[in-house]
Each structure stands twice: as C-alpha cells, then as structure tokens.
C-alpha cells in the first residue's frame, strides 16, 4: 500500500495542504486557532504514514538516505516548539520539502546534482582561483584611484563577485574609467571568462549528470523488460525442444514397430497416419509459438 500510486498522491496533497498553511500564518489576521488544529491533523497523518513505512519496511526502510530525510522531518514534527525548542519551530518549514521525496522526477534532479558535486567542485575552485587573481590585480591596478571598490583584498574579492553576477557593474566600471580609460579591458575579459564561460562550465557539469541518471533509470527498466522477454522466450523454446523430442521419439518407434512386430504394410503405415496427425498438431502449436514470439 505504501508503495502505491494512490498513496504517494494523498501524501502529496497533504504535503502542499501543510504549505498552504505555513503561508497562510504568515498574515497575523487569519484564523490562527483553525490553523493549528489542521496543522495537528497533518502532523497526525505524517505520523501514521511514517509507522506504515517502518512496518512495511523494517529495517530496509532507512537504507533509502530519503527515508532518512523524512524520518528526521516528522521528529522535528513532533518536538514541543516550546521553551528551549522554540527554535526548532523554524524547521517546520521542512514538511513542504517533502513534495521532493514524494515526487520521483524531483528525486531524480536533487540525485543528479549530489552526483554533479565533484565535478561542480573541479569546476568551481577554478573559478576561485580565477576569482582570487583577478581580485589582486584589479588592487594593484585601481587600489589607489578607486579604493571604494578595490582598496583591499576583501573588498576586491567582492567587487569581483558583484561583477561576475553582473550586479550594478556599470557603476564600478564607470568609476574606475574616470581615472583609468583602457580599464574597459580588464572587465570585458573577466565578465567574459567567468560569466560566459566557468558558470557555463557548471551548467554543464550539472546537465550531464542529470543526463546520466536518467539514462540510468531508463536502462533499470529496459533490463527489467528484457528480463521478462527473455524468460518468455526461453519458455517457448523448452516447448519447442520438448515437443521435438516428441516427434523423434514417434519416429523411432514408427521405424522400430515394422522390424519387431513384423507388421503388414498397412499395419505399419498407422503409426506413420497417427505421427502425420500428431505432426499436424504439433506443427500448428509451433506456428502458434512462433506467432506470440513474433
């Protein structure tokens, strides 16, 4: 039951109903006390879908990392958001996070971009190294003439991340062209090669591991369906030996019967009569084989 589709999409309106009303109490004139009670009830069925799964599942259910999402979700659910839990009131927001493990194509984004991270990572120390560099030479080119955006290493570093965003950059570069005009230069190159280029590069990394789980879950179920093919096909075919067999075996004894019994011609010709009739039902179960292998 728990694994049904039925399920999952009753969980999932009960989860967009709790965001619904985490939103709705953010406006200090509604109906609070209604709200707490439907917020109970939520909390209630949260409760009971996570006792279904244990009992289910057993230990198997936290070898699934989602599982383990979801359990610690419901605990926080559950802790008195009183006294010294008050805080833990802020984590009830993580309910409406369960749309992702309720949704299998979400699962599969959030899955991909886990696997993207070493790659993320190659990617975007680069672009710190980048970063880092252009942060010093910038000082030591407009340190002095625009020490408001470039006076020192902090403050460059940040003006360099302000213009890889492309955030109010006009306004940096305007200051820095009053004082020095070839400047133009050192900020088309740097938009260009972190801008254009390493956020690209992490676009990438991140499409292609999303590509490659895809494919990963399209060829579980190509297998699965070759799987049930192949068993299928290897069932017909033990027919297939088995009804050969059949018809060797009445051939043996149609060639052995004359020599033994020392039948009459026409005495003999009856086991041929009955192994043309047997040949005719066998020959149409084999056609008929062949069709639903077809």
């Given at each position: 039951?728990?694994?049904?589709r039925?399920?999952?999409?009753?969980?999932?309106m009960?989860?967009?109903?709790n965001a619904?009303?985490?939103?709705?109490?953010?406006?200090?004139?509604?109906?609070?006390?209604?709200l707490?009670?439907?917020?109970?009830?939520?909390?209630?069925?949260?409760?009971?879908?996570?006792?279904l799964?244990?009992?289910?599942?057993?230990w198997?259910?936290?070898r699934?990392?989602?599982?383990?999402?979801?359990?610690?979700?419901?605990?926080?659910?559950?802790?008195?958001?009183?006294?010294?839990?008050?805080?833990?009131?802020?984590l009830?927001?993580l309910?409406i996070?369960?749309?992702?493990?309720v949704?299998?194509?979400?699962?599969q984004?959030?899955?991909?971009?886990?696997?993207?991270?070493?790659?993320?990572?190659?990617?975007i120390?680069?672009?710190?190294?980048?970063?880092?560099t252009?942060?010093?030479?910038?000082?030591?080119?407009?340190?002095?003439?625009?020490?408001?955006?470039?006076?020192n290493?902090g403050?460059?570093?940040?003006?360099?991340?302000?213009?890889?965003?492309?955030e109010?950059w006009p306004?940096?570069?305007?200051?820095?062209?009053?004082?020095h005009?070839?400047?133009w230069?050192?900020?088309?190159?740097?938009?260009?090669?972190?801008t254009?280029?390493?956020?690209?590069?992490?676009?990438?990394?991140?499409?292609?591991?999303?590509e490659?789980?895809v494919?990963?879950?399209?060829?579980?179920?190509?297998?699965?369906i070759e799987?049930?093919?192949?068993?299928?096909?290897?069932?017909?075919?033990?027919?297939?030996g088995?009804?050969?067999?059949?018809?060797?075996?009445l051939?043996r004894?149609?060639?052995?019967?004359?020599a033994?019994?020392?039948?009459?011609?026409?005495?003999?010709?009856?086991p041929?009569e009955?192994l043309?009739?047997?040949?005719?039902c066998?020959?149409?179960?084999?056609?008929?084989?062949?069709?639903?292998?077809?």
């Amino acid at each position: 039951m728990v694994e049904s589709r039925w399920f999952s999409n009753v969980m999932l309106m009960v989860i967009l109903v709790n965001a619904a009303i985490l939103g709705w109490a953010t406006y200090q004139d509604s109906a609070l006390p209604y709200l707490v009670v439907v917020e109970r009830i939520v909390v209630g069925l949260f409760v009971v879908e996570m006792t279904l799964k244990l009992y289910a599942w057993r230990w198997r259910f936290f070898r699934d990392p989602w599982n383990w999402f979801d359990f610690f979700v419901v605990v926080v659910s559950l802790i008195p958001a009183t006294g010294p839990f008050a805080v833990l009131r802020i984590l009830r927001v993580l309910r409406i996070l369960r749309v992702i493990t309720v949704v299998p194509q979400m699962r599969q984004i959030i899955t991909a971009l886990f696997k993207a991270v070493p790659g993320m990572g190659t990617v975007i120390g680069l672009l710190l190294v980048v970063i880092y560099t252009a942060a010093i030479i910038a000082h030591q080119l407009f340190g002095e003439d625009v020490p408001e955006f470039f006076g020192n290493l902090g403050t460059s570093l940040y003006t360099m991340f302000l213009l890889m965003t492309m955030e109010n950059w006009p306004d940096v570069s305007d200051a820095v062209l009053e004082q020095h005009p070839m400047g133009w230069v050192f900020f088309v190159l740097y938009i260009v090669l972190t801008t254009f280029i390493m956020l690209n590069l992490v676009i990438g990394v991140i499409v292609t591991s999303l590509e490659q789980e895809v494919s990963e879950v399209r060829w579980a179920e190509d297998q699965e369906i070759e799987e049930v093919q192949h068993e299928a096909v290897m069932t017909r075919l033990a027919e297939l030996g088995r009804q050969v067999e059949r018809l060797d075996r009445l051939l043996r004894e149609r060639e052995a019967a004359p020599a033994v019994n020392g039948a009459s011609a026409p005495e003999a010709d009856r086991p041929l009569e009955a192994l043309e009739s047997v040949g005719e039902c066998e020959g149409t179960s084999a056609r008929n084989s062949r069709n639903d292998l077809e």
